[in-house]
Structures are given as C-alpha cells and as structure tokens.
C-alpha cells in the first residue's frame, strides 16, 4: 500500500495475556520507529530500526515489551504479561533513512488492558 | 533533557486565523515539525522548518520560528472545521538522529 499500515487497529486483552502488534511500513523505507500515545500524553518514542543495524530499543519502558523487524520490513511489537498501564494507542512509523527525519505515521494501534 | 510544550485546548471561529503555539528546550534542535492527529487516525505531517529558518508558508498555514526564544508557532488561515483535530508540535537535533520529540498536543476546536 502507499502508507504505513498497522493491524489491528483495536485490540482489547485481559490483564496478564502477550500481544502483538504489526506494522508494514512504506515500501522502500529503511527506518521504523514505534511510538506510543497515552490518553493525554505527547507521542513516547519506543524503539527504532534502520536497516540492518541493532535497533535502539532505549525508549522501552519493561522487559516485557520487545520488538523486531523481519526482512528489513514488516515489524511486530510484542507486550508480555499485559497490564493495564500498557493502555494506549501504539503508532508506527517509517522514513526513509535516519537522516530523512519525515517520517510517516500509520493509524494506530488502540490497545486496551482489562 | 528534551522537553517540548504546548497549550492543550484553542478554540476558534469558523473563518479567523488559528495560532498554534509551542516551546522546546533542545538548543540543537535542527527540524522542528508540526503534525496533525484527526479522531481514530494517525499522525499527519503538515509541515516542518528547519532551525536556520525563522518562516515557511505553504497554503494557508504559516510556520514561524524564533530560535533564539526556542518558540514555534503554526498559523492556519481562515480555519475551516476540517481543521478541527490535535496537533502535535515536534522536534529533532536532525541528521543523525531519529527520535522525534512530541508536545503534548493543542486540540483546536472549530465553532461554525
């Protein structure tokens, strides 16, 4: 497709169940980033990949949140042991390349954590 | 650290100018972008600046930045109720390096 597409786009799970969340950047795009927007808060940046270098996973806030990028496109986004914190809409992104900082946002992902 | 803010709520008339505005703390900020965010979507970039430039028009919106005071602001002309939605101000340090960082978002509402 032309943009940046995210499935689900709602997802509810109890408290205590793994998730994953996928997204297809743009074709061609080297960079992805996931971010996630709480109810009121700004966008809180998660993880990042660029090619095939190690992706920087410093903006994840546990050890149950993991993420990876297959083929240098298609990334998933894995929660562990949800809880109902990890509420919120998780965005995806992609640009070009690290220096092309227009990155492009997909539609989200709403998770909710019952 | 990085601190990006904003006013969370502007509302206008339908037909006066909206003015968007927002501070960022990051000296080293080299683009400074704005996105908007309409109900169940995701994040549209509507424009960016970068730091060696202090306007840039594109339609009816207005991007000014004071580099020295670290404020952005977006200007949108003759505000329509499509224009209705939150917008985010960004930033980053640029080339280099690929982390955005968000405000918390301005919801402009737009009374017909």
């Known amino acids: 497709g032309a943009g940046v597409s995210q499935s689900p786009s709602n997802k509810v799970t109890e408290k205590g169940k793994d998730v994953e969340l996928r997204c297809d950047p743009i074709?061609?795009?080297?960079?992805l980033y996931w971010y996630r927007q709480s109810l009121g808060q700004g966008l809180e940046f998660l993880i990042y990949?660029?090619?095939?270098?190690?992706?920087?996973k410093s903006g994840l806030p546990s050890d149950r949140f993991s993420a990876e990028r297959t083929g240098g496109s298609v990334s998933t986004l894995t929660i562990q042991r949800t809880q109902q914190e990890d509420s919120a809409v998780y965005l995806c992104?992609?640009?070009?390349?690290?220096?092309?900082?227009?990155?492009?946002f997909g539609q989200g992902t709403r998770l909710t954590v019952v | 650290g990085e601190d990006v803010e904003q006013s969370l709520f502007l509302s206008v008339r339908e037909g006066d100018s909206s003015v968007i505005n927002c501070t960022y703390t990051?000296?080293?900020?080299?683009?400074l972008y704005w996105y908007k965010q309409e109900p169940g979507a995701g994040l549209q970039l509507l424009t960016y600046?970068?730091?060696?430039?202090d306007m840039k028009q594109d339609q009816r919106l207005t991007v000014l930045l004071n580099k020295k005071d670290k404020h952005l602001s977006l200007r949108i002309a003759d505000t329509q109720t499509g224009d209705s939605a939150i917008y985010f101000c960004?930033?980053?340090?640029?080339?280099?390096?690929?982390?955005?960082?968000f405000g918390k978002g301005t919801k402009l509402s737009v009374i017909p």
């Open positions: 992104a992609s640009s070009l390349g690290p220096s092309r900082d227009q990155a492009f």
């Open positions: 600046i970068f730091s060696n430039m």
């Open positions: 990949f660029q090619g095939n270098s190690a992706p920087d």
């Open positions: 990051d000296s080293s900020s080299t683009y």
């Open positions: 960004a930033e980053s340090t640029g080339a280099g390096s690929y982390q955005l960082t």
């Open positions: 074709s061609g795009h080297t960079a």
